[in-house]
């Protein structure tokens, strides 16, 4: 088992920035991929950004240029920067972790994120 606890959401305005971090704890086995997801009320959840445990990354196209996913691997811990946020990125932001190995897959809790003036 793994456990995800995520810290850093909340109110900011159009432009600001926020910083999400997500550690992991419990059955770690490398490689992983850690990520964050987002999802709005009554649409799917999707694909923020994710890092492997060897550090490559994939991104929305939608945050490309704005967000930053990084990592620290002796803490398991991912993070989010966020910076010239929108309004559209309001959502709730989901921790992931995934056992590339086995595809074993643990969401945290989700972090609301409000981007509004």
Do not use: H
């Not at 419990?26 to 550090?55: C, H, N």
């Not at 991104?59 to 990084?70: E, M, P, Q």
Request: charged share 15%.
């Amino acid at each position: 088992q793994v456990q995800l606890v995520e810290s850093g959401g909340g109110l900011v305005q159009p432009g600001g920035s926020l910083r999400l971090s997500c550690a992991a704890s419990g059955s770690i086995f490398s490689p992983y991929v850690m990520g964050w997801y987002r999802q709005v009320s009554g649409k799917q959840r999707e694909l923020v950004a994710t890092i492997t445990s060897y550090g490559a990354t994939n991104y929305a196209d939608s945050v490309k240029g704005r967000f930053t996913i990084s990592r620290d691997n002796g803490k398991n811990t991912v993070r989010l920067q966020m910076n010239s946020l929108k309004p559209e990125d309001t959502a709730v932001y989901y921790c992931k972790f995934q056992v590339q190995i086995t595809r074993v897959e643990y969401w945290g809790q989700g972090t609301q994120v409000t981007v509004s003036s």
